[in-house]
């Protein structure tokens, strides 16, 4: 190889190697450096709740992302922005909280008949029922407000009440 194509290589694989340290041997998404826990509980009648879906949106700047949570078998749940319980920004949220079941309009022998003869499910064979109050569904209906200071906040308690 010629001193001056070896050269040429050695720059390169500097380059490259430098670059790499830069980009690729980063832990996490990068964007998670500012983001602080947010997590807690989910409560109704006494009872943790079990599957549902808790969201925050960011009062301060609409704009920015809150993240979201689906809740364990003992109703904990951290809030994640971009994966794996990551975390929030500090700052004030407005919180929902939507726990839905589908349930079938139609019998077991409606559902056998229509399977008999290979038809399709006719599409309003389904109707969504909310397991928690309505409010918390919608971000401008529920009353949870919940600020997360500098350093997070683990021990977040949501009662939803009728």
């Known amino acids: 190889m010629k001193p001056k194509t070896m050269k040429t290589c050695l720059i390169f694989l500097l380059c490259l190697l430098t670059f790499g340290m830069f ?5 996490g998404d990068p964007r998670s450096k500012t983001l602080v826990p ?4 989910v409560v109704y009648k006494g009872s943790p709740v079990t599957g549902a879906t808790v969201t925050f949106f960011n009062e301060d700047d609409p704009r920015k992302p809150g993240g979201s949570a689906i809740t364990k078998d003992n109703g904990t749940f951290a809030i994640s922005m971009y994966g794996d319980g990551d975390g929030t920004n500090p700052g004030n949220y407005k919180v929902t909280v939507v726990k839905i079941e589908v ?13 008999r003869k290979g038809e399709a499910i006719p ?10 109050p309505k409010k918390y569904e919608n971000k401008k209906s529920s009353d949870i407000s919940i600020v997360i200071p500098p350093k997070g906040d683990k021990e977040i308690k949501i009662e939803l009440k009728d």
């Open 23 to 27: 980009t690729g041997c980063q832990k």
């Open 123 to 132: 599409e309003n064979a389904s109707k969504s029922v909310s397991l928690l």
């Open 103 to 115: 349930k079938s309009t139609l019998t077991d022998e409606q559902i056998l008949e229509h399977e």
């Open 38 to 41: 947010a997590a807690g509980v």
